[in-house]
């Protein structure tokens, strides 16, 4: 990694990257995007119920069950992350033996045993996935703990994680237009193989963006030497921190309406509108290309305004276009693709702000702790994610079965649907959407770090570490609970 400093400022620390360092760092999302990201999200639990024809209630049971083990899983990567010590770095060497892991067990979740118990395919998906999960986390958790650590300057991450964001999106829409343009296309409707391929390929990609990662980022020795504090210390500094309080309320409440429009859609797309599988990808490829070309207008409002008003203007326009979705009439295509278009500029937002703001509430945490915990933040961060993904996918079958969603059959792969079953999918298309982007305004009206004020907060960490010890008066002032 190479940086350069210039003239300071009272907004920039003056510590920038080139643009080969970001585009080789981003590259990493590549992998995250085009499984975990887009295939899983979007297809998953309509493989699982139309494809695999796994019970709707064994769906749900199974989406509880793997959330559970994330509850573990994430929290104990990130932190442990953080208590590793190599030639490598911290974070890097989970990057080199978790790329391949990753990606086979990505390929195995896609596949359909031959077995006709309920019980054995509910068992064959959870074991795999919980592996999968592992191995994602593995290399997911100290990939997103590098990017606080490759520049401290407040506008340079917000331009760094838009290098991720332009590859995530790019990937996220290479995906879909993959799927709808030639696997789809190869096989007849409903055919298991269509998924089988989506798997190998998806599972294939993933593995070289983090050996790329791996290769190309250099972490900083300084934050190597300090040794990590005893795991509740780090927790109990990590859950103290308000400002990192209100980015995770934003992250979650702005990322579960991104897993509503990719996993009902397919729903709704195919039995509201009539389309198939392969313009049901089409049209998640419209988003996604929408909220491409949007990133560069979101980044100038990031740094023209605040990234709270930002991603305020963008939530608030966002929500307006979920609520459209109820005047598609039934059996119009046209309209979908639309309101796809139009949800591109918050669907960029979701994935750029956040991620941006959570960089900076690692300074007012080592102000307070002392030390560099980038794995425990990103740790539980991932989380939430992951937990807002499992809650909306989990609910969705339930929601599903209670409505009277009638599951397909080899006889009738694609069987007509009683209106409470279509109503329920408009009503979580829409209504469900725009209740929690409205929260998240709320919650980031509120969003405590401001650019002056990180300016300000990282002046004190540079005094702080110049005199080598922590001030707990400093602390205070930056958004840090005593309790």
């Not at 970001?22 to 494809?51: H, M, N, R, S």
């Not at 996935?129 to 401290?152: G, K, M, R």
């Not at 040794?227 to 308000?242: E, G, K």
Request: hydrophobic share 50%; net charge positive; glycine share 4%.
């Amino acid at each position: 990694m190479s940086t350069s400093n210039t003239s300071q400022s009272t907004t920039s620390t003056g510590e920038t990257l080139s643009r080969w360092n970001k585009i080789a760092y981003a590259v990493g999302e590549i992998a995250y995007a085009t499984g975990p990201g887009t295939a899983i999200p979007f297809w998953y639990t309509i493989f699982l119920t139309d494809i695999a024809r796994l019970d709707l209630r064994l769906v749900s049971l199974f989406w509880v069950v793997v959330t559970i083990w994330d509850a573990i899983n994430d929290p104990l990567f990130g932190v442990l992350s953080d208590r590793t010590r190599t030639r490598w770095g911290r974070r890097r060497p989970y990057l080199l033996f978790g790329a391949v892991p990753f990606g086979v067990t990505f390929a195995l979740l896609w596949l359909v045993p031959a077995v006709e118990s309920q019980a054995a395919l509910f068992a064959y998906y959870t074991v795999v996935y919980i592996l999968f999960e592992a191995s994602f986390t593995a290399v997911s958790c100290p990939y997103v703990a590098l990017t606080p650590e490759l520049t401290q300057d407040h506008d340079e991450r917000t331009s760094l994680v838009t290098y991720r964001m332009a590859f995530n999106i790019g990937a996220s829409l290479a995906a879909p237009l993959l799927f709808g343009l030639v696997i789809f296309p190869m096989f007849p409707a409903r055919d298991p193989r269509a998924f089988r391929v989506i798997g190998l390929i998806c599972g294939a990609i993933s593995i070289p963006p983090f050996l790329i990662a791996f290769l190309a980022t250099r972490e900083r020795s300084e934050f190597q030497e300090e040794s990590a504090l005893p795991l509740w210390n780090s927790l109990r500094f990590v859950l103290r921190n308000v400002a990192f309080r209100y980015t995770l309320a934003i992250r979650i409440l702005s990322w579960m309406p991104v897993v509503i429009a990719q996993a009902i859609f397919a729903y709704f797309l195919i039995y509201w509108t009539g389309m198939t599988e392969d313009e049901t990808s089409l049209v998640q490829a419209a988003i996604m290309v929408v909220a491409l070309l949007c990133l560069p207008l979101v980044l100038w409002l990031a740094r023209r305004l605040e990234k709270k008003t930002a991603y305020i203007i963008a939530a608030a326009s966002w929500a307006v276009v979920m609520l459209a979705i109820l005047l598609v009439p039934q059996g119009a295509k046209a309209p979908a693709y639309v309101i796809a278009a139009l949800a591109g500029f918050g669907v960029s937002a979701a994935h750029l702000l956040p991620r941006a703001m959570e960089p900076d509430v690692l300074e007012v945490d080592e102000l307070m702790s002392g030390r560099r915990q980038e794995g425990a933040y990103t740790g539980v961060a991932v989380f939430v994610d992951k937990l807002a993904r499992a809650l909306i996918l989990g609910l969705l079958p339930a929601v599903l079965y209670w409505s009277g969603y009638v599951q397909p059959t080899a006889a009738d792969p694609v069987p007509p649907q009683p209106a409470s079953a279509l109503r329920a999918l408009q009503l979580l298309i829409s209504i469900l959407p725009a209740l929690l982007l409205a929260v998240s305004i709320l919650v980031a009206q509120r969003y405590p770090i401001t650019r002056q004020r990180y300016a300000e907060i990282h002046q004190k960490l540079v005094a702080r570490r110049l005199r080598g010890k922590t001030s707990v008066a400093d602390v205070r002032v930056f958004g840090h609970s005593k309790h």
